[in-house]
């Protein structure tokens, strides 16, 4: 299929692949690659949906949804070969329940608020299958869900992906045991990717038809906190032009960098017998600052979120490219080469590590670069995120790719086999988060509550509906998932 070797230097890249497209049915339905997109860009992309709204609308009346959320159920805890569902390696049931919810997250993450009546980004358009949001760090692997899913979307054509995403995050949810109140239909997708441009484009150098090119993504003034080593990462947003459309620290990054900033030598509380020094503190001001002032969240909705998107899935970082080429340019380099390649499924952060059929997939699988789940049973809802937090004492640790994160000091605790991030470890450390934690450890039935509440309002938002109830005042298609008491 994606056979044909294109004018942008992917012949290096595509031998370099292993496994080929072929073998994962339908990965081509998912995920539109960048050099195709390219011709996009100067038209209509003939995969994209062509249907009026008005037409959509009208078709979705007689959507069967109890059959939509059976097929995504069916799927959703049957692993696939050529890409393995997580679980097993964390002693739980195989389930894409993290992945998928991911993806909707990610999909919709890009929202951001302008003011009263104008938004950008959000899920509506799927603009995720296009470039450049393809090619965003913070969506490696998505293709892959993509891919799976578009197994569901053949069955159901008329659905469109921005509606099939977001769906299938939240069905992940209920069918993990999780909150889920409502869910609307009636999302459009974009024929190209153009309405993300202003949202961020990364690799900016190696852009494709250059005039699409330009974007406020690029750091007008970088920014280090004065605790803040020199030669940890900068970020952009505290003298970022008013309405910059990017999270906190870069346009890759669709959220917060979840490592957070690393102390200098003299700041307070650096400790040298640590192996990284970065700071809960400094990151609960960098998740505030993209949550709140960018995406529109309020502290509470902020807490809810990370805590319930935090409960299923894993990170991926069981892999230490060290001493590899993927450590190496070009692979390491951001821009195309975070997607897979032509011809393969294969992007450096897919990884090497790993042989045969094993290589780069399943326990052997690179995203981020963290290593590990956030509780005990990552394919069941549960509350391990925040009763954990409160009651292990946790303490800086490395990944095995050397992604900075943090365990548990206590080795033999229920919790040591979990994870968390800088990011994570931020709401314990922060004045205003820590209470909100401490309610949603003491009253789980409140957290359920808040985190259905926000993740409707998430997956809901978007620059063409900007209020959460706009989508459902346009389309008039909701459930409220009363047929899964009468499923098996
Ligand atoms: C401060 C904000 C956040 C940061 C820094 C962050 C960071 C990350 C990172 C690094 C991963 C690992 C990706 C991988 O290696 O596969 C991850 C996974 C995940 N995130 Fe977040 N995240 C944030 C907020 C959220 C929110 C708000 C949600 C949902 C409401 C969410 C849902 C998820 C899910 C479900 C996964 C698991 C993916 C899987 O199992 O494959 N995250 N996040
Ligand atoms: C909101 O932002 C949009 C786009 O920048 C602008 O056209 C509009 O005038 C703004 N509206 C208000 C009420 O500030
Ligand atoms: C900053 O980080 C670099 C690289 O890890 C290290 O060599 C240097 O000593 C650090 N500087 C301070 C002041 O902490
Ligand atoms: C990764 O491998 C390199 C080279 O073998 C080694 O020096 C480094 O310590 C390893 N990193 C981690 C986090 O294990
Ligand atoms: C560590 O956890 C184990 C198992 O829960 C517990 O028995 C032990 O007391 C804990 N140790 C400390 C130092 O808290």
């Given at each position: 299929m994606l056979r044909s070797v294109g004018f942008l230097g992917w012949a290096v890249l595509a031998a370099a692949s292993e496994m080929r497209s072929d073998d994962f049915p339908n990965y081509d339905q998912g995920t539109i690659p960048a050099w195709k997109d390219l011709a996009s860009l100067r038209g209509a992309h003939p995969a994209a949906q062509v249907m009026s709204k008005a037409e959509y609308h009208r078709q979705l009346k007689s959507l069967d949804i109890p059959r939509l959320y059976r097929e995504i159920a069916a799927l959703m805890t049957s692993s696939r070969p050529y890409w393995p569902a997580d679980g097993p390696q964390d002693g739980d049931v195989p389930s894409y329940a993290g992945l998928f919810a991911r993806l909707a997250w990610h999909c919709s993450g890009s929202f951001r608020l302008i003011n009263d009546t104008h938004a950008a980004g959000g899920c509506e358009g799927a603009r995720q299958r296009h470039w450049p949001e393809n090619e965003w760090r913070d969506n490696t692997n998505l293709d892959k869900a993509r891919g799976l899913l578009a197994e569901v979307k053949l069955q159901f054509g008329d659905v469109s992906w921005s509606d099939l995403m977001t769906f299938a995050g939240t069905a992940a949810i209920k069918l993990s045991g999780g909150p889920a109140k409502k869910f609307c239909f009636g999302r459009m997708d974009d024929v190209n990717g153009d309405r993300s441009i202003p949202l961020g484009v990364e690799g900016v150098t190696q852009c494709r038809?250059?005039?699409?090119?330009?974007?406020?993504?690029?750091?007008?003034?970088?920014?280090?906190?004065?605790?803040?080593?020199?030669?940890?990462?900068?970020?952009?947003?505290?003298?970022?032009?008013?309405?910059?459309?990017?999270?906190?620290?870069?346009?890759?990054?669709?959220?917060?960098?979840?490592?957070?900033?690393?102390?200098?030598?003299?700041?307070?509380?650096?400790?040298?017998?640590?192996?990284?020094?970065?700071?809960?503190?400094?990151?609960?001001?960098?998740?505030?600052?993209?949550?709140?002032?960018?995406?529109?969240?309020?502290?509470?909705?902020?807490?809810?979120?990370?805590?319930?998107?935090?409960?299923?899935?894993?990170?991926?970082?069981?892999?230490?490219?060290?001493?590899?080429?993927?450590?190496?340019?070009?692979?390491?380099?951001?821009?195309?080469?975070?997607?897979?390649?032509?011809?393969?499924?294969?992007?450096?952060?897919?990884?090497?590590?790993?042989?045969?059929?094993?290589?780069?997939?399943?326990?052997?699988?690179?995203?981020?670069?963290?290593?590990?789940?956030?509780?005990?049973?990552?394919?069941?809802?549960?509350?391990?995120?925040?009763?954990?937090?409160?009651?292990?004492?946790?303490?800086?640790?490395?990944?095995?790719?050397?992604?900075?994160?943090?365990?548990?000091?206590?080795?033999?605790?229920?919790?040591?086999?979990?994870?968390?991030?800088?990011?994570?470890?931020?709401?314990?450390?922060?004045?205003?988060?820590?209470?909100?934690?401490?309610?949603?450890?003491?009253?789980?039935?409140?957290?359920?509550?808040?985190?259905?509440?926000?993740?409707?309002?998430?997956?809901?938002?978007?620059?063409?509906?900007?209020?959460?109830?706009?989508?459902?005042?346009?389309?008039?298609?909701?459930?409220?998932?009363?047929?899964?008491?009468?499923?098996?």
């Open positions: 038809g250059s005039k699409f090119c330009k974007s406020d993504a690029e750091c007008p003034n970088s920014f280090r906190w004065p605790e803040q080593n020199d030669t940890d990462h900068a970020r952009c947003n505290i003298e970022q032009p008013k309405h910059r459309l990017q999270a906190s620290h870069s346009v890759g990054l669709i959220y917060v960098y979840p490592e957070g900033p690393e102390l200098k030598s003299t700041a307070d509380g650096y400790n040298s017998n640590f192996v990284h020094n970065r700071s809960p503190k400094l990151s609960a001001l960098e998740v505030r600052d993209t949550f709140r002032d960018r995406m529109g969240w309020t502290d509470r909705e902020t807490v809810a979120l990370i805590g319930g998107g935090h409960t299923l899935g894993r990170t991926h970082g069981n892999c230490n490219l060290t001493g590899t080429k993927w450590a190496q340019a070009p692979y390491n380099n951001v821009g195309p080469y975070f997607e897979a390649t032509p011809g393969s499924l294969r992007g450096p952060t897919d990884g090497t590590c790993g042989t045969g059929a094993e290589a780069g997939r399943g326990k052997n699988t690179v995203s981020s670069g963290f290593e590990g789940p956030w509780t005990r049973s990552p394919s069941r809802w549960n509350y391990d995120f925040f009763d954990a937090l409160l009651s292990e004492e946790w303490v800086p640790a490395k990944s095995p790719y050397g992604a900075d994160q943090w365990h548990t000091r206590n080795e033999t605790s229920k919790f040591a086999r979990t994870m968390r991030l800088t990011a994570d470890v931020s709401l314990v450390a922060d004045k205003i988060y820590r209470p909100i934690v401490e309610e949603y450890a003491a009253d789980h039935a409140q957290f359920d509550a808040d985190f259905a509440d926000a993740w409707f309002k998430l997956v809901h938002r978007s620059e063409d509906h900007p209020h959460k109830d706009d989508l459902e005042k346009d389309a008039g298609v909701c459930t409220s998932f009363e047929f899964t008491t009468l499923l098996p």
